[in-house]
């Protein structure tokens, strides 16, 4: 199975995956450049493995919760090259492509309770509850979430993976081995690949913005007084 991941929750991440192996990746941590960067990452990473878009499989898109900008770029571009190559697009939550990188990497211990946090600035952390599998290759589960809210009013007595670990180190029970991570377009494909395998329904590409655009809309003009 050949998939295209994009993933702009955080930093801007593209992967292309053949099953489980990375064909060619890219990264990018800077959060203002999502939409610049995005196109010619795919370009190239088509190019180098000699892969064309109507080649694949399908494209999958991290569906946040991240900022609206950044976040609005990653999906409108997988959406038009969904379209344009007329192939299938799905969305996965960009949260559990972390909480699937602490279970692989053994991160927490089968069977126990964990949670998954990211920078939703302001002080506050984009978050959600999982439950690492009891069986080894099957995915967490989602326990609670997605929700965004202060570090400090995060649930206790469970481990945090994800970069809200280290922006706060005082409000939460960080895991030192992922503590600086965000959600990766790999490992986004890797979840989706194990579920395309399984026959489970996968999300659209309805995002997950969980607050309002600081952007508003203008309200009509004043009237100028003689």
Do not use: C
């Amino acid at each position: 199975m050949l998939l295209l991941a994009l993933d702009t929750s955080a930093a801007a991440t593209v992967a292309l995956l053949r099953d489980d192996v990375v064909v060619g990746r890219f990264a990018s941590a800077d959060t203002r450049s999502h939409a610049e960067v995005l196109a010619p990452a795919v370009r190239r990473i088509l190019s180098e493995a000699g892969v064309a878009g109507t080649d694949l499989d399908a494209v999958v898109a991290g569906v946040g919760p991240g900022p609206f900008t950044g976040l609005r770029a990653g999906l409108v571009t997988a959406r038009t090259l969904g379209f344009v190559w007329g192939v299938p697009l799905h969305g996965v939550m960009s949260l559990d492509a972390l909480a699937f990188d602490a279970v692989t990497g053994g991160a927490v211990p089968a069977g126990s309770g964990f949670l998954v946090g990211t920078d939703a600035r302001r002080g506050e952390v984009y978050w959600a509850a999982y439950r690492a599998p009891s069986r080894s290759g099957d995915l967490p589960d989602l326990v609670d979430g997605p929700h965004v809210g202060a570090a400090a009013a995060l649930p206790g007595g469970r481990p945090l993976v994800g970069r809200a670990a280290s922006l706060y180190p005082d409000a939460v029970d960080g895991v030192p081995a992922f503590a600086a991570s965000d959600p990766d377009a790999a490992s986004l494909a890797r979840v989706a690949h194990r579920r395309l395998l399984a026959g489970a329904s996968l999300r659209d590409t309805s995002p997950l913005y969980l607050r309002e655009s600081d952007a508003q809309v203008p309200g009509p003009r004043k009237r100028a007084t003689a």
